[in-house]
Every structure is written in structure tokens, then in C-alpha cells.
């Protein structure tokens, strides 16, 4: 089934409010508002599939768009599904439940469809742009976007492994980690999951229309950077752990790089 690029947006709106809106409902019976994290990566995933079969690009192209963001977007919503699974509610979403107080559940169903917005711009940059490419790039686009993807998702993968080990380890209640890849970045994981969209840059690259899909990795580092991402965590780790201020002076913010000395 073909659709025209406005019709494809119109449905991925009412997909990821759909979405939001399930996640919302899941923690009306939960209370906890971190699993709208994992639905997140999910509807991207999702969008990914959608845009590749409807988009009229080659389908060499609609493919490889298709399995790269499917399976990022399956790997990612797993992770933060079983990081959800009978936990306590993410400290972010507990915060704003408490200063919302009464009206917390419907500030809670906007917030969550606010994020739409960087859902949509996300998945228009690098699915729909490439879904509707009128010509496949040369093959060593996709051999370099495919490395390149590789390359972010696993990364991403070991962040998240190295983390989970270190918070499992009862000793390491209240430290700070600086193993592994967070000793050269303090947010590896979010280093790999911009690196993930420059995936689709290269994929387009040369390609009429490429330079749209340069709005997802800049959104997501805005987004990780400057907005929902490190303020928010930074200023809590600091205030938690008394390492951690140490651990900033020291460490790169995002790209991995050697410590530097206190």
C-alpha cells in the first residue's frame, strides 16, 4: 500500500498519539510514568516499519531504513521495559508527579503527548525523508551507514550492560561509575543514540533532500543536551552523590575522551 508523504505524516501523528496515550493509560495503573521511555523507542521503531512500507523509494533503500530503525528502536524499548519491570517510578516522573500533586495524571497525559513532537521530527527527518527518496544511494552508503549503525548500536548496548552491572553491585550503592565507557564519557549512551541518527545522514547522503535528515541527530542532541536529557540528571546526581561533581570536572560530557585530571 503506497501513500503520498502527507498522508504517511497525518498517520504516524495519530500512531504516536496512540501510543502516548497507551502509556499514559499503563501508568494510570501503575504509577509509574517511566514507561512512556520504552513506548517512546517503540513507536519509533514502529515508524520506521510504517514508512517503509508505504514510501515509494526503492526498496533496497525502504529496507535498510526499515530493519535499522526497527531493530534499534525493539533493543532500546526492551531495555527500558525491563529497567521499568516492577521498579520503583523513574525519580524524573516521581518529581513531577509530586509537584504536580492532584493534577498530576492530566499534566502527565500532556507531557507525554508534548513529547510527540520531538517523535515526529524525529521520524520524519530520517524515515520519511528516506522513504520517499527518488533514487537509492551508491553502495557505499549503505555499507558506511550500516557501520555506522552498528557501531552506535552496540555501544549503546554495552552503556547500558556496563551500568546495569555497576548498579547491581550492592558495594556500589552511592558511587559513582566510572568503568568501562563511563570513564571516558559520562553519558555513553547517550553518545551512541545521537550517533544512531547520523546513521540515516549517511544513508541519504548525496541524495536530493539529504540535509533533512540532519534535523534527527541535531534534535537529539538538543534534546539530550539541553532539554530532558543531562540538566534534569546532572543536577540530581549532584545533589545525590557526592562524587559525582568530581566525576564532571573530570569526564567528558558526551564523546568519549581520556579523563582529565582533578
Known sequence: MSMSPFESFLVSVAIAVVAKTAAWVVQLRTRNGGWVDAVWAATLGALAAFYAAVGSAPASLRLAMGVMGCLWGLRLAVHLSIRSWG?????????????????????MFWFFQFQNLFT???SASAFLTLA????APPTIAFVLAGGVWVVSVWGEGL???QMERFRADPANRGQVCR???WRWSRHPNY????LHWCAYVVLAWGMPGWGWTLIAPLVMVFLL???SGMPLMEAEMIRRKPGYADYVRTTSALVPLP???S
Open 87 to 107: 521498579k520503583a517510578e523513574d525519580w524524573r516522573y516521581a518529581k513531577f508527579r509530586a509537584e504536580w500533586g492532584d493534577r498530576a495524571d492530566f499534566r
Open 120 to 122: 515526529l521530527m524525529l
Open 132 to 135: 520517499y527518496a527518488v533514487e
Open 159 to 161: 552503556a547500558d550492560r
Open 179 to 181: 568503568t568501562g565507557l
Open 191 to 194: 553518545f551512541f543514540e545521537c
Open 225 to 227: 543536551l539541553k532539554l
Open 259 to 261: 579523563p582529565r585530571v
